[in-house]
């Protein structure tokens, strides 16, 4: 009996000297099983904490993007109100649009660079010569005439032309002499020439007259120098915006931009004649399917800009996600914006 | 004494591993309550967002319109759609499409823009369908005469979140005076 006590003491003083392989082993094992089971929900968690970065991110840039186009868009048009029979309703100073069968469309804003400036001397002269002087007193060097486009235009706004700026320099007496790529003859001009499509349509039809060479010092008759935003995609999937000052290297608004569209919605003048909703063909007629506004710039009353962008690539290779567009890891984002330049409606409520 | 002793060298009791068992459960579901709430409220900030960009994309549209034009006319309804006065909007997250329609003259055109085809219009055509990732927004406007002084009017709108997985409904109301 004390023997087998001595050995049962001896037994318990053995076993508490440590663990049996055993009891180690279920030990590690359970350690193991709840300690991957952690680890999984982590990394699951790790990931959707990257994918939320990326979304969030993704959704400042296209913000920013459309906060940037909407501060250029209401400026559409400014500088433009010469007063009188001349309103802005009647130029297309303001919001062209350029409708590809793609993703990408591009959009320019123009305003006024310099207030308006009679042509100097008597007679009449024609945008088919490649020159012009201009009147002095009206507060405007030639370093103001400095690269882009301007637009010729009669004294009662109700005809016009542009063309491309080439030369200016100061003349006799604070006159100003320019220098510019020569119109056709009825005041078309190539696209090269006419990089922000202002005289695209030709004739347009809801005025066939609307474009012309011939402008005349007697009638009094200007020039404005136009100065203009254009917002594209390139081809490396960035969002640009191009000033006369940014021809060579835009700024770059934002990266990854796989779709920018945008619409225009017009008014035909009358009171109950806007259009009610969205074109996205630009050069179609207004009785074509889709319906357009044959390139008539100067009835766009309203822009809606839809963007949609994606994270940066190779952001989530851990995870299984694949879109739908091109099976890139990435994931996509739209946003749109209305946008009203208010400029071009200021002549309408009457 | 020595009975307590033997007691703590022979383990737990099955009560104190309950106890413990039952703490460690309260903490575990505390923090996965916690997770799903966090999964949550990101989303539910994500379509609040939306919902309010939304909201004033259309009252940015109503407020083009010309007086004497049909879409800003006193009519429409909050609680119902009404023709002319609704629209929805899907937007997926899967394969970037921006799908849009609005009932104008009761004839509703769908709007879907997506990074291989540019901008579809479709006239007389309704939404396409939905898959599991894309956010559904239903819109509705008032247009109310005369309020609030005589000679503006009121234009209200209300975006819904029709996201179902969401609890409760997310949804965004916005308001404008114009001529």
Same mark, same amino acid.
């Given at each position: 009996?004390? #023997? ?6 001896? !037994? @318990? ?15 590690? $094992? ?55 029979? $001349? ?100 005041? $078309? ?17 809801? #005025? ?19 100065? +203009? ?21 835009? #700024? ?51 822009? !809606?800009?839809?963007?949609?962008? @994606? ?13 739908? +567009? #091109? ?24 | 004494?020595? @009975?307590?002793? !033997? ?36 989303? !539910? ?135």
């Amino acid at each position: 009996m004390n #023997d087998l006590k001595r050995n049962k003491a001896a !037994r @318990r003083d053995f076993s508490s000297g440590g663990f049996t392989l055993v009891e180690l082993m279920v030990a590690m $094992t359970i350690f193991l099983v709840i300690g991957g089971t952690a680890m999984s929900l982590f990394s699951q968690h790790a990931n959707l904490f990257t994918t939320q970065q990326g979304e969030v991110g993704l959704n400042m840039t296209l913000r920013n993007a459309l906060q940037q186009i909407q501060t250029d868009a209401v400026q559409a048009g400014n500088g433009f109100f010469i007063g009188g029979a $001349t309103s802005i309703a009647n130029t297309p100073v303001g919001v062209t649009v350029t409708n590809n069968p793609g993703a990408f469309d591009s959009l320019t804003l123009i305003q006024a660079g310099t207030p308006a400036v009679p042509l100097s001397g008597t007679g009449c002269m024609y945008t088919t010569s490649g020159s012009a002087t201009l009147s002095a007193g009206y507060g405007v060097t030639a370093s103001q005439f400095s690269g882009g486009e301007i637009m010729f235009m009669n004294y009662n706004g109700n005809q016009m032309t542009v063309a491309r700026l080439t030369g200016a320099t100061n003349g006799a007496g604070g006159t100003i002499n320019i220098t510019y790529a020569p119109t056709n003859a009825n005041g $078309t001009n190539s696209t090269a020439n006419d990089p922000f499509g202002l005289t695209l349509t030709v004739p347009p039809t809801s #005025d066939p007259d609307q474009l012309t060479d011939q402008f005349c010092a007697a009638s009094g008759d200007y020039v404005v120098a136009l100065s +203009y935003v254009t917002y594209s995609v390139n081809a490396t999937n960035q969002l640009v915006r191009t000033t006369a000052a940014t021809v060579v290297t835009p #700024d770059i608004i934002a990266d990854n931009i796989i779709g920018f569209k945008v619409g225009a919605a017009t008014y035909q003048g009358g009171t109950t004649v806007s259009s009610p909703s969205y074109s996205f063909n630009a050069s179609n007629a207004p009785t074509a399917t889709p319906p357009g506004y044959s390139n008539q710039f100067t009835m766009i009353r309203s822009i !809606r800009v839809s963007l949609i962008g @994606r994270t940066p690539k190779g952001q989530f290779t851990g995870s299984n996600f694949r879109n739908t +567009y #091109d099976g890139g890891q990435y994931r996509i984002q739209a946003l749109s914006l209305v946008i009203n330049p208010r400029n071009l409606s200021m002549n309408d409520l009457e | 004494m020595s @009975r307590r002793k !033997r007691n703590a060298n022979s383990g737990f009791t099955i009560l104190e591993v309950m106890v413990a068992i039952l703490v460690l459960t309260i903490g575990l579901v505390g923090t996965a309550a916690l997770m799903s709430t966090t999964v949550n409220s990101t989303a !539910r900030s994500h379509l609040m967002s939306t919902a309010a960009l939304l909201a004033s994309e259309k009252l940015e549209d109503l407020s083009r319109f010309n007086v004497n034009d049909s879409p800003v006319a006193p009519g429409g309804s909050l609680v119902a759609n009404t023709t002319n006065y609704f629209d929805n909007v899907q937007i997926s997250v899967d394969n970037g499409a921006i799908n849009e329609t609005t009932t104008t003259n009761g004839a509703s055109t769908s709007y879907v823009q997506t990074p291989t085809s540019g901008m579809v219009v479709t006239p007389n055509a309704g939404l396409p369908a939905t898959s599991s990732d894309t956010l559904t927004f239903n819109r509705r406007w008032i247009v109310t005469n005369n309020t609030p002084t005589t000679g503006v009017r009121t234009v209200t709108v209300l975006v819904t979140a029709t996201t179902q997985a969401i609890k409760p409904q997310v949804t965004f109301q916005m308001s404008m005076v114009r001529p």
